[in-house]
């Protein structure tokens, strides 16, 4: 990170110098006026941001009740709360559940995404455009609503999925998934079942931004690159790894880091899919740190404690993306 | 002779693969409308109906009159717009004046700032839920719209600037300056050059930001406690959690709340790509 600050600084330095000597002398007034224009969106990002994130570090070494939310003082209890989590099975349940679901749905993701996006390069002209719109549907659906239809399509008793499955002959679904019978049949109990409805759901929403990101990138490639690998003997597969990947390498590192992270934190789809925080086995960090705080009587310090491991996380893979789009787009 | 044939099967393989992906992308989408639109005897069958025997707009009526706890949907869209138009206004705001900031001048800690505004946006929300909450009880704000305003202007805010930023920055300064040179203050020329301009992409990082604020839940969830608060979000996670799930009621709020998004999203989809990853794709 200081090494990127460090670059992009002496980069800032070099630009500034010509400016200062340009044509317009700038009183101090001028020299005062970013400052000023930056001045509402810094005092939202140090108010809302940044004082709460402080808030959250101090907290997590406290035992914040109910009294302490309505405003009396907070006992300090040192390092307790962290040594409560780490010695949790809830937390090392919750955090398996998290890196588990996150290495399944990113490599789902990114593998449909990426096989999407080179057909959609070989495709016609109206047929790319029908699935461009159509991956666009599920893309740009609310969280909410792709919860919702998901529970929905796996529900026990209407879902499309039971009956699908009920209409597949019963020795190939006993033999596959061990069930023959699947009227009735609750996916949201186990975490197994639940997860796998989720990562469907997750995959679904999120690959279209993958295919399209590609696509972009497959279109900025000269064709005669392919039309060369071709001319050598290379099928798709090595076509792909020897002249795509290579080149959007740096497509992929970013498409891969954002979507480590909006995988590490999903919400709201496990909400509604766990039906609340009933059901500590089907955890991952940031529902348990919701279901600590907000569970009654709320348990506030802890719930931080937790919030704080799924930040230091995240934090570790941010600078991975801030280091490859400084690296990119040169922060001008 | 095989070529062509060869050719000809592998287009066909390539356009399966097409129809397999649109199939997988739209039916949920299908079958949200679809159930909307069903009768309660074709919605709660064993023997699934793909489509409607005969199409009723019962569910619609249903959630807009009396509503699935007995408080019409109007409440909690009016809540939703409140919200989101009260963020991206103010938001909006922030953004044009930072992004002209860090397009415009050449100032210390500028790049400082800019990498500031990529790892704050990567602040995972739900992290902040907890602190947001209390400092916003402290203050008075839980159970009031304005307090989501306010915490959707930090939310949206960052990605806002990063985006503005190109579009001011593809003003041509020669612009600005030939109005200076013919006497025009400063605040002049940004209303009369800069701003109309930078109009369409101010519109473009807008219905971002109203995207971003008319999906969010868990905040709208926590703070706000009564029912004539809740958002759409909120709302429809009220109407799954109830014993019998209404499910031709939920799925008519579903596709209510998600029609403004889609078509919103049509218009602004491209930006989405260059804004989130931004130099890596030059196409």
């Given at each position: 990170?200081?090494?990127?600050?460090?670059?992009?600084?002496?980069?800032?330095?070099?630009?500034?110098?010509?400016?200062?000597?340009?044509?317009?002398?700038?009183?101090?007034?001028?020299?005062?006026?970013?400052?000023?224009?930056?001045?509402?969106?810094?005092?939202?990002?140090?108010?809302?941001?940044?004082?709460?994130?402080?808030?959250?570090?101090?907290?997590?070494?406290?035992?914040?009740?109910?009294?302490?939310?309505?405003?009396?003082?907070?006992?300090?209890?040192?390092?307790?709360?962290?040594?409560?989590?780490?010695?949790?099975?809830?937390?090392?349940?919750?955090?398996?559940?998290?890196?588990?679901?996150?290495?399944?749905?990113?490599?789902?993701?990114?593998?449909?995404?990426?096989?999407?996006?080179?057909?959609?390069?070989?495709?016609?002209?109206?047929?790319?455009?029908?699935?461009?719109?159509?991956?666009?549907?599920?893309?740009?659906?609310?969280?909410?609503?792709?919860?919702?239809?998901?529970?929905?399509?796996?529900?026990?008793?209407?879902?499309?999925?039971?009956?699908?499955?009920?209409?597949?002959?019963?020795?190939?679904?006993?033999?596959?998934?061990?069930?023959?019978?699947?009227?009735?049949?609750?996916?949201?109990?186990?975490?197994?079942?639940?997860?796998?409805?989720?990562?469907?759901?997750?995959?679904?929403?999120?690959?279209?931004?993958?295919?399209?990101?590609?696509?972009?990138?497959?279109?900025?490639?000269?064709?005669?690159?392919?039309?060369?690998?071709?001319?050598?003997?290379?099928?798709?597969?090595?076509?792909?790894?020897?002249?795509?990947?290579?080149?959007?390498?740096?497509?992929?590192?970013?498409?891969?880091?954002?979507?480590?992270?909006?995988?590490?934190?999903?919400?709201?789809?496990?909400?509604?899919?766990?039906?609340?925080?009933?059901?500590?086995?089907?955890?991952?960090?940031?529902?348990?740190?919701?279901?600590?705080?907000?569970?009654?009587?709320?348990?506030?310090?802890?719930?931080?404690?937790?919030?704080?491991?799924?930040?230091?996380?995240?934090?570790?893979?941010?600078?991975?993306?801030?280091?490859?789009?400084?690296?990119?787009e040169d922060v001008r | 002779m095989r070529a062509v044939a060869g050719r000809r099967s592998s287009r066909v393989a390539i356009n399966a693969a097409a129809i397999a992906v649109i199939v997988f992308s739209v039916f949920p989408v299908f079958w949200m409308v679809s159930t909307a639109l069903k009768t309660n005897e074709d919605i709660f069958t064993t023997?699934?109906?793909?489509?409607?025997?005969?199409?009723?707009?019962?569910?619609?009526?249903?959630?807009?009159?009396?509503?699935?706890?007995?408080?019409?949907?109007?409440?909690?869209?009016?809540?939703s717009t409140v919200v989101a138009l009260g963020a991206v206004l103010f938001g909006s705001a922030a953004a044009l004046l930072g992004a002209t900031a860090v397009a415009r001048f050449r100032f210390r800690f500028r790049a400082s700032f800019l990498i500031m505004l990529l790892i704050v946006q990567m602040v995972p929300h739900e992290a902040l839920l907890?602190?947001?909450?209390?400092?916003?009880?402290?203050?008075?704000?839980?159970?009031?719209?304005?307090?989501?305003?306010i915490i959707n202007v930090a939310f949206t805010l960052p990605f806002a600037i990063w985006m503005l930023r190109t579009f001011v920055a593809a003003v041509p300064r020669e612009l600005e300056e030939a109005a200076e040179i013919d006497g025009a203050s400063r605040f002049r020329t940004f209303v009369s050059i800069l701003f109309p301009l930078v109009a369409?992409?101010?519109?473009?990082?807008?219905?971002?930001?109203?995207?971003?604020?008319?999906?969010?839940?868990?905040?709208?969830?926590?703070?706000?406690?009564?029912?004539?608060?809740?958002?759409?979000?909120?709302?429809?996670?009220?109407?799954?959690?109830?014993?019998?799930?209404?499910?031709?009621?939920?799925?008519?709020?579903?596709?209510?709340?998600?029609?403004?998004?889609?078509?919103?999203?049509?218009?602004?989809?491209?930006?989405?790509?260059?804004?989130?990853?931004?130099?890596?794709?030059?196409?």
């Amino acid at each position: 990170m200081t090494d990127t600050a460090l670059r992009s600084g002496t980069r800032r330095g070099r630009r500034t110098a010509p400016a200062r000597g340009g044509p317009r002398p700038r009183g101090s007034r001028t020299r005062l006026t970013p400052y000023l224009l930056l001045a509402p969106t810094l005092v939202v990002i140090a108010g809302l941001l940044l004082y709460p994130l402080y808030r959250m570090l101090v907290m997590s070494t406290q035992d914040v009740g109910l009294r302490e939310i309505r405003g009396e003082p907070a006992e300090s209890v040192g390092a307790a709360n962290f040594r409560e989590i780490l010695t949790s099975e809830v937390f090392w349940q919750a955090l398996r559940n998290t890196v588990a679901f996150a290495a399944v749905a990113v490599s789902a993701t990114l593998v449909l995404g990426t096989l999407v996006g080179l057909l959609i390069h070989r495709l016609g002209r109206v047929m790319s455009t029908t699935v461009v719109i159509s991956t666009m549907l599920a893309w740009s659906m609310p969280h909410m609503s792709v919860a919702t239809v998901w529970r929905w399509l796996f529900d026990e008793h209407g879902g499309v999925a039971n009956w699908l499955l009920n209409q597949a002959p019963d020795w190939l679904t006993g033999a596959l998934l061990g069930r023959a019978d699947w009227s009735g049949y609750s996916w949201f109990l186990d975490p197994l079942p639940l997860y796998f409805v989720l990562t469907l759901a997750v995959v679904w929403q999120s690959f279209p931004f993958i295919a399209v990101s590609v696509l972009a990138g497959l279109k900025s490639i000269p064709g005669e690159l392919f039309e060369a690998a071709r001319v050598d003997g290379a099928g798709p597969w090595r076509s792909f790894w020897q002249v795509t990947f290579p080149l959007l390498k740096p497509v992929f590192a970013v498409l891969l880091v954002l979507s480590i992270i909006w995988d590490f934190k999903v919400f709201t789809q496990l909400h509604v899919l766990a039906g609340g925080i009933g059901n500590p086995a089907a955890y991952n960090l940031s529902l348990y740190a919701y279901a600590e705080a907000f569970r009654s009587p709320p348990r506030m310090g802890l719930g931080s404690a937790i919030a704080i491991v799924l930040a230091v996380i995240l934090l570790v893979i941010t600078v991975f993306y801030v280091r490859q789009i400084v690296r990119q787009e040169d922060v001008r | 002779m095989r070529a062509v044939a060869g050719r000809r099967s592998s287009r066909v393989a390539i356009n399966a693969a097409a129809i397999a992906v649109i199939v997988f992308s739209v039916f949920p989408v299908f079958w949200m409308v679809s159930t909307a639109l069903k009768t309660n005897e074709d919605i709660f069958t064993t023997d699934i109906v793909l489509v409607p025997t005969s199409v009723t707009w019962a569910h619609f009526r249903e959630i807009f009159t009396e509503g699935i706890g007995n408080t019409s949907l109007w409440i909690y869209l009016r809540n939703s717009t409140v919200v989101a138009l009260g963020a991206v206004l103010f938001g909006s705001a922030a953004a044009l004046l930072g992004a002209t900031a860090v397009a415009r001048f050449r100032f210390r800690f500028r790049a400082s700032f800019l990498i500031m505004l990529l790892i704050v946006q990567m602040v995972p929300h739900e992290a902040l839920l907890i602190p947001l909450f209390v400092m916003a009880r402290q203050a008075g704000l839980t159970n009031r719209l304005l307090g989501l305003v306010i915490i959707n202007v930090a939310f949206t805010l960052p990605f806002a600037i990063w985006m503005l930023r190109t579009f001011v920055a593809a003003v041509p300064r020669e612009l600005e300056e030939a109005a200076e040179i013919d006497g025009a203050s400063r605040f002049r020329t940004f209303v009369s050059i800069l701003f109309p301009l930078v109009a369409p992409g101010l519109v473009a990082t807008s219905i971002f930001s109203f995207i971003t604020v008319w999906n969010e839940f868990i905040f709208a969830f926590t703070l706000m406690a009564d029912e004539s608060g809740y958002t759409m979000p909120v709302a429809l996670r009220w109407f799954i959690a109830r014993e019998g799930i209404d499910w031709g009621g939920v799925m008519a709020t579903s596709t209510v709340m998600t029609i403004p998004v889609i078509i919103f999203f049509l218009f602004v989809q491209r930006r989405m790509v260059s804004g989130l990853v931004a130099g890596a794709v030059k196409g």
